[in-house]
């Protein structure tokens, strides 16, 4: 009883006291992801090294740098990069300790289910694109018309290497979010899974659209390896839909 209304008068504070709870989660957040930063700091070369394996592997590929700042800024970025994935279940917590509170016991097992299942579809998406689209569109991107010219020796910045990555892994990922954004929609009645079942066709096309619109290659390979699985996404969507659906009928049962 207690504990129920402690979390009954945290969630009717005043307007005041919530800004300074923001202020309190945005501050340790940030000393997280410094703390995380600095240690990924020393690890930073042999993050690197991983990340630059797709390209290590081709033959005749070379880094260079083309500024005298460019490989401390490369250092920085992934150790920022490695400061944010060790940080990430602290600054997850931070959120959820804010939010939580603010939420009906109804409406907060879902945010159960969507905050995992959002974080694991992201790791996936960004899976899916480093151990296999990266391999392949790589390979393709580098020595596609390399046999025009006599001499052809394809160079690579770390830095233009690194930000066509992270664009890479950041477009995967947020894809991968697809089957979250529909299940939410089922969810509260804007769409059916019935309506989905239905618009296969329509959903191919959006997503052939899609892939090529956000793809960060123009190349017609690698905006296949995403639509594949995103039109897998759309069919498993399709399948947890209707159980969402059932729920949803079942609570609007009982009202």
């Not at 957040?29 to 390209?55: E, H, M, N, R």
């Not at 579809?121 to 694109?129: A, Q």
């Not at 950041?170 to 804007?190: C, N, S």
Request: hydrophobic letters at 55%.
């Amino acid at each position: 009883m207690r504990r129920r209304q402690r979390k009954h008068d945290e969630a009717n504070l005043p307007l005041t006291d919530h800004l300074k709870a923001l202020r309190k989660v945005l501050i340790i957040s940030a000393y997280a992801i410094l703390i995380g930063t600095i240690i990924g700091w020393f690890f930073s070369d042999q993050v690197f090294a991983y990340l630059a394996a797709p390209v290590i592997r081709l033959q005749d590929i070379s880094f260079i740098t083309t500024t005298p700042m460019e490989p401390m800024l490369v250092k920085v970025k992934v150790a920022l990069l490695i400061g944010i994935v060790l940080s990430l279940p602290i600054v997850i917590w931070q959120i959820w300790s804010f939010v939580l509170p603010a939420l009906r016991q109804n409406e907060r097992k879902y945010l159960y289910f969507i905050v995992p299942s959002s974080v694991i579809l992201f790791l996936s998406g960004v899976g899916l694109c480093f151990f296999v689209v990266l391999p392949i569109g790589l390979k393709f991107l580098l020595f596609v018309g390399g046999d025009a010219i006599t001499s052809y020796t394809p160079l690579l910045t770390k830095a233009s290497y690194f930000g066509f990555l992270t664009t890479m892994f950041l477009t995967f990922g947020l894809v991968f979010q697809m089957p979250i954004v529909l299940l939410v929609l089922i969810r509260i009645g804007v769409l059916s899974p019935q309506v989905l079942a239905s618009k296969r066709r329509w959903a191919v096309l959006i997503i052939v659209i899609i892939a090529v619109v956000v793809s960060p290659t123009p190349d017609l390979l690698t905006q296949l390896l995403m639509a594949g699985p995103m039109y897998l996404l759309y069919e498993i969507s399709i399948w947890l839909g209707y159980l969402v659906a059932r729920s949803r009928e079942k609570e609007l049962a009982l009202k």
